[in-house]
């Protein structure tokens, strides 16, 4: 990007996606959400990208969230309940991705960096890294998932003891709670983060994003209706090209070749 606070580049399926203000412990402004819209956009239409793997620059932070002179400039208290504009709400385009994503984490991933790491799929991190929700210290709570979002994958006792006490937690906390998938050290959290994104980028992106879809969905209905979306989802499949290949590799025990149709 033209600022270099947001960088992007596509390397075999994967799009790597960089919040790059390490002085300011990748603290997103407002034109740098905006960035993330647009490329969240791109994410999705792009057939060439399967799986969108997420870091911040630097070993101090993923992200500590919005910056926070944007605060000032929500306006009234209905403009804040309302907002939904280009530059400021990064995190619902992150949340409603078809594709996969992975959240890279070392050091820092704090409040609006949270909520980022909540849109991900999948979230590998280093032993350093801290995590938190540290809004309610200051006087209000999280406004883009962590209240709503974080109790499903971490139950509601734990996502209450985040979010209530503000306290930061480990990266071993994080992943006993269900968090955090993977831990890696510093040198190994590329390589660890991009076995994963490798591997789904090899499926049938067809197959991948119905599944995703469904594990989304799922999360908020009864077993009889997730049950009944997979069986769609499940019949969908069946049809593709896709799945014709992947039977047809298996019975001639060869690699399948998938072409996301």
Not at 94 to 99: M, P, V
Not at 103 to 128: F, H, K, N, S, Y
Not at 131 to 144: D, L, M, T, V, Y
Not at 200 to 208: E, F, G, H, L
Request: negative net charge.
């Amino acid at each position: 990007m033209s600022d270099d606070l947001i960088l992007f580049e596509v390397t075999d399926g994967v799009a790597h996606l960089t919040i790059n203000r390490p002085s300011k412990h990748n603290a997103i402004t407002a034109a740098m959400g905006g960035q993330i819209t647009d490329l969240a956009a791109r994410v999705d239409r792009d057939p060439d990208i399967n799986v969108l793997v997420i870091e911040g620059a630097g070993e101090r932070a993923f992200s500590a969230g919005s910056d926070v002179n944007m605060l000032d400039d929500l306006g009234t208290p209905w403009d804040g309940r309302n907002r939904n504009d280009y530059n400021r709400d990064y995190v619902t385009p992150l949340l409603n991705l078809r594709k996969p994503a992975i959240a890279m984490i070392d050091g820092w991933c704090l409040g609006g960096g949270l909520e980022v790491a909540i849109c991900c799929d999948i979230r590998v991190a280093t032993p350093r890294s801290k995590f938190g929700a540290p809004e309610i210290q200051r006087g209000w709570h999280a406004g883009s998932g962590n209240t709503s979002i974080l109790p499903r994958m971490v139950g509601y006792g734990n996502a209450a003891y985040w979010i209530l006490t503000g306290r930061h937690f480990s990266t071993e906390e994080a992943q006993r709670m269900g968090f955090v998938q993977e831990i890696a050290a510093p040198e190994d959290l590329r390589s660890a983060a991009y076995a994963i994104a490798d591997r789904i980028a090899q499926n049938p992106p067809i197959a991948v994003q119905s599944a995703k879809n469904i594990i989304r969905q799922a999360e908020g209905t009864s077993v009889a209706q997730g049950l009944s979306w997979e069986n769609d989802g499940y019949t969908l499949c069946m049809m593709t090209e896709d799945a014709k290949e992947g039977m047809a590799a298996f019975a001639e025990k060869r690699d399948p070749k998938f072409q996301g149709r």
